[in-house]
Nanobody, 126 residues
């Protein structure tokens, strides 16, 4: 069973930066494609960023392109989301999710992901 744990959230002023981490406990994340989603209460969950298991393909929601960067560190068994120039509209609970690397389909189709972290709050406010 894949168990994911997010860390690195918190509160920051507009224009600030945060780096989220997604770690897998008890196993390797190497064979999984990983995506970050976010959700605001009362709204649908949206895909933010994706990285393929091989690390050679990434994707971003239009709203975060040029500001967020996803990366993976196989040695540390983790995936990171570097978030720069944060805006108030980035405020949400962020979730990392994993699916087997062989599974195809839309990167931000949340039904294709088997494992989810518990979520972590990111608040951008002055």
């Amino acid at each position: 069973q894949v168990q994911l744990v997010e860390s690195g959230g918190g509160s920051v002023q507009p224009g600030g930066s945060l780096r989220l981490s997604c770690d897998r406990s008890g196993g390797l994340l190497y064979y999984y494609s990983v995506a970050w989603f976010r959700q605001v209460p009362g709204k649908e969950r949206e895909g933010v960023s994706y990285v393929r298991a091989t690390g050679d393909v990434t994707d971003y929601a239009d709203s975060v392109k040029g500001r967020f960067t996803i990366s993976r560190d196989s040695a540390k068994n983790a995936v990171y989301l570097q978030m720069n120039n944060l805006k108030p509209e980035d405020t949400a609970i962020y979730y990392c999710a994993a699916r087997p690397g062989y599974r195809t389909g839309a990167y931000f189709d949340d039904s294709l992901y088997d494992a989810w972290g518990q979520g972590i709050q990111v608040t951008v406010s002055s």
